[in-house]
């Protein structure tokens, strides 16, 4: 237990430093903090509207009670008002979260599962011209930045083939089925592209893992027993070696929500990625810095997610009987 | 080094002296100067200009010419940044432990945990746009992942005997950092800062596709921004305008990634991808021509890894219900012997003369399926150190029952008695069935593998070193229930050991292996007593009990 103890104090402390990095910034960047906050033009303010302005904000307190005051703030949702839309950033950002979820969560899952199948087979059948030609093609498209997978895939599948709308997630005028069927193809285009973008750390994982337990005595006893190749595969060898790989999943999905950034900005998705950069084109300080904080919990939430998945998968973490005579404790393999 | 490892290596190295090259000579490279308006805006390609010019009318070809020297830009300083701090900090941390060591890791915990491009991105709008925010957010993020590397290869490196004696004798850090530390873990720098950079240039062209690059540059990320920004994919404007840049950048982060890739094999050996073992286990070779009719027929057996003969026409027979023991020192080639008697050769290694019969059934050529058919069903294999001969995530009673099943087809209920009773029969308690490998002692997990080579009724047991790693009660526990097996079921038996002393109890007859040739046959008291070769001799002295060297002493 307390290795789980120790992970939840790792997460705390990283909400920590990035709220604490959502404090600093405005504060250490150049100018006046108040343009940061206010967002507006503060050139065109007064000096009398300016201090109007740092009293509404609190900026003219000491700075210990700035930090007190932004993190009862926090704790309470309030991450201040968006600039552009005037709205509160929390609302903004509710507004926007369950696109990404569906699109980031869509596309790990479909990276996470033809990425390892991927590289599994490849480690079965490494060194074959096969595994060469299928690693190479791997490493070139894990070399393509993902916002140009998907300018590439505008072109091509949505304007020279128009096969799928190639903007935003729902028909303007769509009703009942139809707006269903929409939105579904209206994800398929960035979905394709996010697992695109991903699928080359999973497959060289997979592929890495997968060498390494072939190499296992377990396996070579698996044959030695006389079963069937596809078994000795799939339940030997694939099923150990997806363990650390599922271990990566939580790291993943940091990656592809970075990839969902550029990748819903070029499909004007209406996700949090687009919203990242709208906030960044429009300068919208307070808004930017309410994605960022909302974009590191969701990643918190799903490293703890993995770490309570994690016994579920490996028995070898699990709280187990020990042998006879021993007392009661936990076998913890990994450090 | 592999050839395909030079090749990749050599593709990679190529690629990017072109790249540097190209970026060097940008401004007498280019037809035009990048920043200024030299054509209509949004012309297609022309003679004058090769790829069209964008929405100003600037010309893309050279475009695309000088944002190299900003991509290379960016992402070497940044790497060098990253790989400066991250290699500092890694080792500082590896080499002082305790306090320091922890914050540090902290931190960098931390900072691996922060959304990578939303970090940088949030960092680089307060900053400011340009080249240094895009070199310092990078760094900023990049030099985490190396330090925990590097901290790594420390702390494994001060573990080691030199060190500790140094250490031990009070030396400073200012002396062995330097001298001693910083050379041995200098090599693995190298192909850090290679994958840094690929990242690098990477985050670099996502920042300027956000409009946080230096807009005053042409760079490949800032082109395909403005190509984003004036939605050039909607028209055929796409093929000169968004495909060039993004190749460029695919181009060069593929070779960092390759270069980088085959650096890390080098300094890191146990990265290299063994071949895989050959499709059909055994090779073409002469087939067995032997008359005896035992259970287990090796005749004039060589076996080869690449040059090396590792086994030199051996020949043994097991009769059923006869034990032998196949003795010799490690390397004497005596598990290869094990592994051929199931065609279950390791990876790079050939049957190159000879061959094995089993139940009068010829291995040499035998079919993939043949094999499969035979294994586990007429010859079981009883391997060394059960800890790691049984997958350490399924249970005991699954690696039993799937075994049971290999070769008939039997009910659920059917197998589950079968395991049940296999584990009556090694002596372990029914119970145990549900339980995994890690749950379990070392005796029982032999006891396990055994029960596992029982589960298919075969007629040829091989027991690879079966008492390996196993305390001394233990060992002769599991010797009496081979031995026992032997007797009750039938089973030809070959067992495999170093340890004389230990297998003479059980054997029958004894082989003795040396250098991959078998020195001495006979029956186990003849070997024990008059034993005429040296090292059947020296094998006897390694007795762990007191006794005096066979030979000297006739009982």
């Known amino acids: 237990m307390s290795r789980t103890c120790g992970r939840i104090g790792q997460y705390v402390l990283v909400l920590w430093v990035a709220g604490t990095l959502n404090f600093a910034l405005p504060r250490l960047a150049p100018g006046d903090p108040v343009a940061y906050v206010y967002g507006g033009d503060a050139q065109a303010l007064s000096e009398r509207q300016l201090a109007a302005l740092r009293e509404t904000f609190g900026l003219d307190r000491s700075l210990a009670e700035q930090y007190a005051g932004f993190w009862t703030g926090l704790l309470r949702g309030d991450l201040g008002t968006s600039v552009q839309d005037s709205r509160p950033v929390v609302d903004v950002l509710a507004e926007r979260l369950p696109w990404t979820v569906a699109l980031v969560g869509t596309a790990t899952a479909l990276a996470f599962v033809l990425g390892s199948l991927l590289?599994?087979?490849?480690?079965?059948?490494?060194?074959?011209?096969?595994?060469?030609?299928?690693?190479?093609?791997?490493?070139?498209?894990?070399?393509?930045?993902?916002?140009?997978?998907?300018?590439?895939?505008?072109?091509?599948?949505?304007?020279?083939?128009?096969?799928?709308?190639?903007?935003?997630a729902v028909a303007l005028d769509g009703q009942g089925l139809g707006a269903a069927g929409e939105v579904v193809s209206r994800m398929v285009l960035p979905v394709a592209t996010l697992a695109l973008a991903g699928i080359g750390g999973f497959f060289l994982l997979a592929r890495a893992a997968m060498v390494g337990v072939l190499d296992e005595p377990f396996v070579r006893l698996a044959r030695a027993k006389g079963l069937r190749e596809s078994r000795v595969a799939v339940v030997h060898g694939l099923r150990t070696a997806l363990l650390p790989v599922f271990t990566n999943l939580a790291l993943a999905i940091g990656a592809l929500l970075s990839g969902a950034v550029v990748v819903e900005t070029v499909f004007a998705y209406p996700g949090l990625g687009s919203l990242i950069f709208e906030a960044v084109t429009v300068r919208d300080y307070p808004l930017l810095q309410g994605a960022f904080l909302l974009v590191t919990v969701g990643i918190v939430g799903a490293n703890l997610l993995a770490d309570l998945a994690y016994p579920l998968l490996d028995p070898r973490l699990r709280r187990v009987r020990a042998p006879r005579g021993t007392q009661l404790r936990q076998v913890v393999v990994r450090g | 080094?592999?050839?395909?490892?030079?090749?990749?290596?050599?593709?990679?190295?190529?690629?990017?002296?072109?790249?540097?090259?190209?970026?060097?000579?940008?401004?007498?490279?280019?037809?035009?100067?990048?920043?200024?308006?030299?054509?209509?805006?949004?012309?297609?390609?022309?003679?004058?200009?090769?790829?069209?010019?964008?929405?100003?009318?600037?010309?893309?070809?050279?475009?695309?010419?000088?944002?190299?020297?900003?991509?290379?830009?960016?992402?070497?300083?940044?790497?060098?940044?990253?790989?400066?701090?991250?290699?500092?900090?890694?080792?500082?941390?590896?080499?002082?432990?305790?306090?320091?060591?922890?914050?540090?890791?902290?931190?960098?915990?931390?900072?691996?945990?922060?959304?990578?491009?939303?970090?940088?991105i949030v960092v680089g709008v307060f900053a400011g746009p340009g080249l240094r925010t895009q070199i310092f957010v990078i760094a900023g993020v990049l030099w985490a992942g190396m330090a925990r590397e590097l901290r790594a290869q420390v702390l494994s490196l001060r573990e080691r005997d030199h060190l500790q004696a140094l250490l031990a004798m009070g030396a400073r850090p200012w002396h062995v950092l330097p001298r001693h530390v910083l050379p041995a873990?200098?090599?693995?720098?190298?192909?850090?800062?290679?994958?840094?950079?690929?990242?690098?240039?990477?985050?670099?062209?996502?920042?300027?596709?956000?409009?946080?690059?230096?807009?005053?540059?042409?760079?490949?990320?800032?082109?395909?921004?403005?190509?984003?920004?004036?939605?050039?994919?909607?028209?055929?404007?796409?093929?000169?305008?968004?495909?060039?840049?993004?190749?460029?950048?695919?181009?060069?982060?593929?070779?960092?990634?390759?270069?980088?890739?085959v650096l890390e094999e080098r300094t890191r050996p146990g990265l290299r991808d063994r071949p895989a073992a050959p499709r059909r286990d055994v090779p073409v070779s002469a087939p067995v021509v032997d008359t005896v009719d035992a259970a287990l027929v090796?005749?004039?057996?060589?076996?080869?890894?690449?040059?090396?003969?590792?086994?030199?026409?051996?020949?043994?027979?097991?009769?059923?219900?006869?034990?032998?023991?196949?003795?010799?020192?490690?390397?004497?080639?005596?598990?290869?012997?094990?592994?051929?008697?199931?065609?279950?050769?390791?990876?790079?290694?050939?049957?190159?003369?000879?061959?094995?019969?089993?139940?009068?059934?010829?291995?040499?050529?035998?079919?993939?399926?043949?094999?499969?058919?035979?294994?586990?069903?007429?010859?079981?294999?009883?391997?060394?150190?059960?800890?790691?001969?049984?997958?350490?995530?399924?249970?005991?009673?699954?690696?039993?029952?799937?075994?049971?099943?290999?070769?008939?087809?039997?009910?659920?209920?059917?197998?589950?008695?079968?395991?049940?009773?296999?584990?009556?029969?090694?002596?372990?308690?029914?119970?145990?069935?549900?339980?995994?490998?890690h749950q379990l002692s070392g005796g029982m997990r032999q006891r396990v593998v055994i029960a596992?080579?029982?589960?298919?009724?075969?007629?040829?047991?091989?027991?690879?070193?079966?008492?390996?790693?196993?305390?001394?009660?233990?060992?002769?526990?599991?010797?009496?229930?081979?031995?026992?097996?032997?007797?009750?079921?039938?089973?030809?038996?070959?067992?495999?050991?170093?340890?004389?002393?230990?297998?003479?109890?059980?054997?029958?007859?004894?082989?003795?292996?040396?250098?991959?040739?078998?020195?001495?046959?006979?029956?186990?008291?003849?070997?024990?007593?008059?034993?005429?070769?040296?090292?059947?001799?020296?094998?006897?002295?390694?007795?762990?009990?007191?006794?005096?060297?066979?030979?000297?002493?006739?009982?």
């Open chain 2, 298 to 437: 090796i005749s004039q057996l060589s076996v080869r890894y690449g040059d090396v003969l590792v086994v030199d026409g051996v020949s043994l027979t097991v009769a059923a219900g006869e034990l032998v023991g196949l003795v010799g020192e490690s390397g004497s080639g005596k598990s290869t012997i094990a592994g051929a008697a199931l065609a279950l050769l390791p990876a790079g290694a050939t049957v190159s003369g000879g061959g094995v019969r089993v139940c009068g059934q010829d291995l040499t050529n035998a079919s993939p399926a043949a094999l499969r058919a035979l294994r586990g069903n007429r010859v079981a294999l009883i391997p060394q150190e059960a800890n790691s001969a049984l997958n350490p995530v399924l249970t005991v009673g699954f690696q039993l029952a799937e075994t049971v099943r290999a070769h008939r087809p039997v009910g659920r209920a059917a197998v589950r008695a079968r395991a049940l009773e296999l584990l009556g029969q090694v002596g372990l308690d029914p119970d145990r069935v549900g339980d995994y490998p």
């Open chain 1, 119 to 168: 590289g599994a087979w490849a480690a079965w059948r490494r060194g074959s011209k096969r595994d060469a030609a299928v690693t190479s093609a791997v490493l070139a498209v894990d070399a393509m930045p993902g916002f140009w997978i998907a300018m590439v895939a505008v072109a091509v599948f949505a304007v020279q083939l128009g096969w799928f709308p190639s903007y935003g």
């Open chain 2, 1 to 120: 080094m592999t050839r395909r490892s030079r090749r990749l290596a050599g593709l990679g190295l190529g690629l990017l002296s072109a790249l540097l090259l190209v970026a060097l000579t940008a401004p007498w490279l280019a037809p035009y100067d990048p920043t200024v308006r030299v054509g209509v805006p949004f012309a297609r390609p022309s003679a004058a200009h090769l790829l069209g010019t964008d929405d100003v009318g600037k010309d893309l070809l050279s475009g695309l010419i000088h944002g190299a020297r900003v991509s290379l830009l960016v992402g070497v300083v940044a790497a060098l940044s990253a790989t400066v701090l991250g290699s500092g900090v890694g080792i500082v941390a590896g080499y002082a432990r305790g306090v320091v060591d922890t914050v540090a890791m902290r931190l960098v915990d931390v900072v691996l945990s922060l959304p990578v491009l939303p970090l940088t």
């Open chain 2, 452 to 555: 596992m080579a029982l589960a298919g009724d075969p007629e040829v047991l091989v027991a690879d070193e079966p008492t390996s790693g196993l305390d001394v009660l233990v060992q002769a526990d599991v010797l009496d229930l081979l031995d026992g097996l032997r007797t009750r079921l039938g089973l030809a038996m070959l067992v495999v050991s170093h340890d004389l002393p230990v297998i003479e109890r059980v054997a029958d007859r004894i082989a003795v292996l040396q250098a991959g040739r078998l020195v001495e046959v006979g029956d186990t008291a003849t070997i024990t007593t008059v034993a005429a070769h040296p090292c059947t001799q020296a094998l006897l002295a390694s007795a762990p009990r007191l006794r005096l060297p066979a030979g000297q002493v006739r009982r």
């Open chain 2, 185 to 261: 873990v200098a090599p693995l720098i190298g192909p850090q800062f290679v994958l840094a950079t690929k990242t690098a240039i990477l985050l670099e062209a996502s920042l300027a596709f956000l409009g946080l690059g230096d807009l005053t540059r042409a760079s490949w990320g800032t082109m395909l921004s403005l190509a984003h920004a004036r939605s050039a994919f909607l028209t055929d404007a796409w093929l000169w305008w968004v495909l060039p840049p993004g190749l460029a950048i695919a181009t060069t982060v593929l070779a960092f990634g390759l270069l980088g890739h």
